[in-house]
C-alpha cells in the first residue's frame, strides 16, 4: 500500500510579492528549495499563518540568496505581502518504507527568509 506523507517543509516563510498577473504558482528561492528538496513544477500545499488559508499551486525556481517567496497568479488573492506561511511537499511511498522516512523540514529566518 502506498501512503502520501509530509516529504518536504519550509517553515514559516515571509511572502515577499503576490503577482496577479502571472499564469498560477509559488516562486520560492533556489537556495531554500535546495534545503526542503522541493523541484521546480512540483506542487506544494501553502499554509497561511495569518488568516488560515490552504490552498495548493506549483513551484518556480527563484533567484538564489534573495529570499524570494511570491504567490502568482489567483493565489496572490489568498495572501498579502508580509504573510507568514508554511510551503509542504508531499510524496506517496510504501507504508513500510514511511515508517523510517525523515522528511526535509527548513526552517529560514522570519526576517530575510534566508538560511542562517
Do not use: W
Not at 47 to 65: A, L
Amino acid at each position: 500500500m502506498l501512503i502520501q506523507v509530509v516529504k518536504s517543509k519550509i517553515h514559516r516563510v515571509k511572502v515577499t510579492q503576490a503577482d496577479l498577473n502571472y499564469i498560477g504558482s509559488i516562486t520560492i528561492d533556489e537556495e531554500l528549495m535546495e534545503a526542503a528538496n522541493l523541484l521546480e513544477g512540483e506542487r506544494v500545499q501553502i499554509v497561511n499563518i495569518n488568516n488560515g488559508e490552504r490552498f495548493e499551486t506549483y513551484v518556480i525556481k527563484g533567484e538564489r540568496k534573495t529570499g524570494t517567496i511570491c504567490l502568482n497568479g489567483p493565489a496572490a488573492r489568498r495572501v498579502a505581502m508580509g504573510d507568514i506561511i508554511i510551503i509542504i511537499g508531499y510524496g506517496f511511498m510504501d507504508f513500510e518504507e514511511a515508517k523510517t522516512f525523515k522528511p526535509s523540514l527548513v526552517f529560514p529566518n522570519e526576517e530575510t527568509n534566508l538560511i542562517d
